[in-house]
């Protein structure tokens, strides 16, 4: 007996504007973990010189924050990668993030499970119809496999609500952080950007 084997391809969407995932790394060791496939990255989504990105906090409003391309505060910009194009002009981009927002609240990032990697993956693949490169979210998906291996604290959502001198440390001094922000994805993306 003969299979006729079928195959489902995505729909590539060409356009006019350029997307691009914006990969900033979260510790001086992707340096060296970079070059074998593996890294702890932070990711935004690029088009009309606005980037987008998603991160926690601990309100049930909107995770998704807008900064200025290539500057995301409390992170190393490491690569800008072209996922593909859009015809959806500035205003359609700001709805359709809009829309995007009520699945991406605040509080339900979580590290292994919906990430700002996650986020940036749907957003190109509902964009362009192409997905980011698998090595900029690997180890969230070797986390999610060896789940009974991490630490239970990774396995819940922390998060911390920016206090009001925080937020004028991050409006004065954006480019001062501690190592210890840099670490921690959910407090220096908490509520400073949010849309």
Known sequence: MLCKMVTVTRK??????PVY???YDLTPINGYAYWVGLGV???GVQVHSVEYGFGAHEHATTGIFEVEPKRCPGFTFR????????DLG???????????????SGNTYHLITKNCNHFCNDVCIRLTGKTIPRWVNRLARLGFFCNCV?????????????RSEDQAILEGEKKLRSQSSRSNIKASMSEAFII
């Open 21 to 23: 995932l914006n990969v």
């Open 150 to 162: 991490l630490p239970a604290g990774l396995n819940e959502t922390k998060v911390r609500q920016v």
């Open 41 to 43: 990255y932070h990711s």
């Open 90 to 104: 500035p205003r359609e981009v700001r709805s359709f993030m809009e829309k995007l927002a009520e699945e991406y």
């Open 79 to 86: 690569k800008s990668i072209l996922i593909g194009r859009t």
């Open 12 to 17: 590539k969407r060409s356009g006019s504007v």
